[in-house]
């Protein structure tokens, strides 16, 4: 322990009251020197002071103390947790908090400390240095509180941007594959229905056609689109081989063009066989099981390949092929339709 408690600190981290607490001897600034003697017997505590006199004391219940101070009745009690605390004496009941530099009574800050450097000093004095550090403490604290709150905010608003540009995106997203999706039910509806009524107009040229007949005049048709394409004449030579014999007739018929694609001004997709193609779709897959239209629409998938890549009319007669077909085409990492 340093000289008069110099360099101690207290619970809070303040230096302690500079005084001088022997066990016969003490000396402090407002106090003096003083000698004293305390015995304890049954309960009772007898003090005797050269300043104060003597002083007959007990603890009839925690932190309640009950005193004769020189024939003078005492009565000192303190409660409460926390920053605040009830106070109890003759005069009655007060209420104190810990504040700024020492104690304040808010009932009665004739009461009140503070300590400054270890001096301790009470009353109206103790009380005003302790509400202007109170007061600074409570600016500091609400300008932190201030920039805390407006960091919340930003951030708050940042995050709030982020997930509204997400949530736009995403459903501007869901909105056009939506609106592709009832576009494609139309078509496909569109051309079940022409397809049809082909099939009723030229029922003939179809009774006698068999599955593998039908898959040549497809191929036939999708090397015309890719003929229209200025593609080599690979896939031609196909076709030519295709649709000798009985097809050639039928491929005469079919390959009729229905004009521009509805779905795109590509020069690629003009001048497509749209309805002969949906024809022999439809005749293909109420000619075969379920089963077999997926390995169908493969195998017209690979003959596209043929030559490289395929063009943006054998693309969208594809995916007519698909959707009579009843397929539903997924697009994987690689690029590849699964």
Not at 35 to 44: D, N
Not at 149 to 158: A, N, P, S
Request: glycine share 10%; with cysteine; proline share 3%.
């Amino acid at each position: 322990m340093g000289f008069l408690g110099i360099g101690n600190k207290d619970s809070e981290g303040r230096q302690v009251r500079i005084e001088h607490r022997g066990e016969h001897l003490r000396a402090s600034r407002t106090g003096g020197i003083a000698l004293r003697e305390q015995i304890r017997a049954g309960g009772l505590s007898l003090t005797a002071n050269t300043q104060r006199g003597t002083r007959i004391s007990m603890t009839p219940a925690r932190n309640t103390q009950v005193a004769f101070q020189n024939s003078r009745f005492v009565l000192r009690g303190r409660y409460g947790k926390g920053p605040a605390k009830l106070n109890l004496s003759k005069s009655g009941v007060s209420l104190s908090g810990k504040m700024g530099l020492g104690t304040i009574n808010f009932t009665n800050p004739g009461r009140s400390s503070a300590k400054i450097a270890g001096v301790q000093m009470r009353g109206q004095k103790a009380a005003a240095i302790n509400g202007v550090v109170a007061l600074f403490q409570m600016l500091v604290m609400l300008v932190r509180l201030t920039i805390a709150m407006l960091g919340y905010l930003i951030v708050g608003t940042l995050n709030l941007a982020i997930w509204l540009s997400e949530s736009s995106a995403g459903l501007i997203a869901y909105w056009r594959f939506q609106r592709q999706q009832k576009r494609r039910a139309t078509r496909t509806r569109r051309l079940e229905e022409a397809a049809q009524q082909w099939i009723a107009s030229n029922h003939g040229l179809l009774a006698g056609l068999t599955p593998e007949s039908a898959m040549a005049a497809m191929e036939s048709l999708l090397a015309q689109a890719s003929e229209n394409s200025g593609a080599s004449d690979t896939e031609a030579d196909r076709a030519g081989s295709a649709a000798e014999g009985c097809l050639g007739l039928l491929l005469q018929r079919l390959s009729r063009v229905d004009g521009p694609d509805s779905e795109t001004d590509e020069p690629s997709a003009r001048n497509l066989p749209v309805t002969g193609m949906a024809a022999l779709a439809v005749h293909y897959r109420d000619s075969v099981s379920q089963a077999d239209l997926p390995s169908a629409f493969y195998r017209l998938d690979e003959f596209a390949l043929d030559n490289g890549t395929r063009t943006i009319g054998q693309e969208l007669m594809l995916e007519d092929v698909a959707d009579l077909f009843g397929l539903r085409l997924e697009i994987m990492e690689s690029g590849e339709p699964s």
